[in-house]
């Protein structure tokens, strides 16, 4: 690479691995800014899910908002789901696809 092209922009840079857990709550220990940058989905049990709060792909679980319910600190109320968690890239996905 010569020292005249521009550098690679953000949208072009590879994706980051997925974490075996990542949480969309930047209060979290397991939130990942860069991962969430892009278009991160998630089928649980062969089905696509749009409001998954977390996931943890080892031990098999989505934690899913209830609706507006709030706990008193204001995060959303959520439930978990255990089974088969497979995350990927919405982005990636649609490239392979086409």
């Given at each position: 690479?010569?020292?005249?092209t521009p550098?690679?922009?953000?949208?072009?840079?590879?994706?980051?691995?997925?974490?075996?857990?990542l949480?969309?709550?930047?209060?979290?220990p397991h939130?990942d800014e860069?991962?969430?940058?892009?278009?991160v989905?998630?089928?649980?049990n062969g089905?696509?899910k749009?409001?998954?709060?977390?996931?943890?792909v080892?031990?098999?679980?989505?934690?899913v908002a209830?609706?507006?319910?709030?706990?008193?600190?204001?995060?959303?109320?959520?439930?978990?789901?255990?089974?088969v968690?497979?995350?990927y890239y919405?982005?990636?996905?649609?490239a392979?696809?086409?």
């Amino acid at each position: 690479m010569s020292e005249d092209t521009p550098a690679a922009t953000t949208d072009d840079a590879p994706y980051p691995q997925l974490p075996d857990r990542l949480c969309v709550n930047p209060k979290s220990p397991h939130h990942d800014e860069a991962v969430l940058s892009r278009d991160v989905g998630i089928r649980f049990n062969g089905e696509e899910k749009n409001n998954v709060e977390e996931y943890c792909v080892s031990e098999g679980w989505i934690r899913v908002a209830l609706g507006n319910k709030v706990d008193r600190n204001g995060d959303p109320l959520t439930m978990k789901f255990k089974g088969v968690v497979e995350p990927y890239y919405r982005d990636e996905a649609d490239a392979e696809s086409t």
